[in-house]
């Protein structure tokens, strides 16, 4: 998902562009479909709500519970949908790769990690992006 950017707004902020979405997903099984514009999320504009913010705070949830997202489709059609939460499935390297390994579904928002870290509780990292980014991996 990327913003679009707003020419007429002070803080350029527009709606967001589903830019991909995994088969099998809330999303995909919803019937969001790439090229997609959200416009609404439980009844409030995207328009001007930070991506990161917005990604936080109105799609990431308990596994189970639903949000409720209005938007237009490629036909200039309008569509009211409610996504169900489940889990992230995880990345897993394509089976002609020699080398084996699974990556989680959504690193960046991963509800399996607890921060701070049990067995480090004196790091100051707020989640596994941060840990990405100190170990230079993005």
Not at 55 to 67: E, F, H, I, S
Not at 115 to 130: M, N, R, T
Request: charged letters at 20%; aromatic letters at 8%; hydrophobic letters at 40%.
């Amino acid at each position: 998902m990327v913003q679009v950017y707003n020419s007429q707004r002070a803080d350029k902020l527009g709606v967001y562009i589903a830019r991909k979405v995994a088969v099998g997903s809330a999303a995909s099984d919803a019937g969001i479909r790439p090229g997609d514009l959200i416009v609404k999320a439980n009844g409030s504009s995207t328009e001007g709500s930070d991506i990161g913010s917005f990604a936080r705070n109105v799609l990431t949830g308990p596994v189970g519970t639903t949000v409720s997202l209005s938007v237009v489709g490629a036909d200039g059609m309008p569509k009211d949908m409610t996504l169900t939460r489940r889990p992230y499935p995880p990345h897993l390297n394509p089976t002609s790769d020699l080398f084996h390994y699974a990556v989680p579904g959504n690193w960046r928002l991963d509800p399996r990690f607890p921060f701070p870290l049990p067995w480090a509780p004196g790091l100051s990292y707020k989640g596994i992006e941060d840990l990405a980014l100190c170990a230079g991996l993005r």
